[in-house]
T-cell receptor, first 111, second 115 residues
Framework: GIQVEQSPPDLILQEGANSTLRCNFS?????LQWFHQNPWGQLINLFY???GTKQNGRLSATTVATERYSLLYISSSQTTDSGVYFC?????????????FGKGTHLIIQP | EPEVTQTPSHQVTQMGQEVILRCVPI?????FYWYRQILGQKVEFLVS????????KSEIFDDQFSVERPDGSNFTLKIRSTKLEDSAMYFC?????????????FGPGTRLTVL
């Protein structure tokens, strides 16, 4: 099956810093989503971005499908940004396949 | 904004008991999914469901699991005889279609604890 690698696994930053999280995947994809898992365990959908660039406030994401990677940028980090960020992909031609998740990046924003 | 809902939010059960986790997908969505996340690990795909039948399932989805859409709104996951290792967060998701590809919308999850 498709492999999803996220880096770094852990990241500790001071409030106000910027960060870049990376997701590499091993095959062509038709779907790529970024999630933030909050302290209550809920998966918050950040971006649906199989290709191109999107921005939502302090967050933006870029997927370069031909090179099989995606980046999530967080600017001016706040303590509420802490949590685990997951990248998840769905391979091309998969039809009703489920998403394959990476292991996540655990982000800690210190005040 | 429409959202996927799940009940209960927490479920505690004894080993060997049957549990049913319930989900209400977004109303005009056609594809439904269950995922599992063991504490501290990544989210794993269990099963997808379309047109009242299973479309795909993972190796995790063995004979102790079953899914059903008993009416026009609910989508359920049944675990027949729970084991300690079934303790996890279970997420339901739905999407409007599979082609053209579009995003899956996730519910808030049900935390299952097996004692």
């Amino acid at each position: 099956g498709i492999q999803v690698e996220q880096s770094p696994p852990d990241l500790i930053l001071q409030e106000g810093a910027n960060s870049t999280l990376r997701c590499n995947f091993s095959d062509s994809v038709n779907n790529l989503q970024w999630f933030h898992q909050n302290p209550w365990g809920q998966l918050i959908n950040l971006f649906y971005i199989p290709s191109g660039t999107k921005q939502n406030g302090r967050l933006s994401a870029t997927t370069v499908a031909t090179e099989r990677y995606s980046l999530l940028y967080i600017s001016s980090s706040q303590t509420t940004d802490s949590g685990v960020y997951f990248c998840a992909v769905e391979r091309s031609g998969g039809g009703a396949d489920g998403l394959t998740f990476g292991k996540g990046t655990h982000l800690i924003i210190q005040p | 904004e429409p959202e996927v809902t799940q009940t209960p939010s927490h479920q505690v059960t004894q080993m060997g008991q049957e549990v049913i986790l319930r989900c209400v997908p977004i109303s005009n969505h056609l594809y439904f999914y269950w995922y599992r996340q063991i504490l501290g690990q990544k989210v794993e795909f269990l099963v997808s469901f379309y047109n009242n039948e299973i479309s795909e399932k993972s190796e995790i989805f063995d004979d102790q699991f079953s899914v059903e859409r008993p009416d026009g709104s609910n989508f359920t996951l049944k675990i027949r005889s729970t084991k300690l290792e079934d303790s996890a967060m279970y997420f339901c998701a739905s999407r409007i279609a599979a082609t053209p590809y579009n995003e899956q919308f996730f519910g808030p999850g049900t935390r299952l604890t097996v004692l």
